[in-house]
């Protein structure tokens, strides 16, 4: 396993941590503010994991494309 394999595996699981922390002040918020970081860190998370998994298939999808004519 490459060393930039192993960084994106250890900053997806920080990421769905925080955005599980993030449904957690969401779902227990009292005030708006509060409602809306936590919203917004959920959203923040699931964004960048996909993200990730994108990148991941871009970079596993390149040596095939410079195949092509």
Do not use: C, N, Y
Request: proline fraction near 3%.
């Amino acid at each position: 396993m490459r060393q930039d394999e192993t960084s994106a595996l250890i900053i997806a699981a920080i990421t769905t941590l925080m955005a599980v922390a993030g449904l957690f002040l969401w779902a227990r918020s009292l005030d708006l503010g509060m409602s809306v970081f936590g919203f917004s860190l959920m959203v923040f998370g699931v964004a960048f994991d996909f993200w990730l998994i994108k990148h991941h298939f871009d970079h596993v999808a390149a040596p095939a494309r410079k195949d092509r004519p």
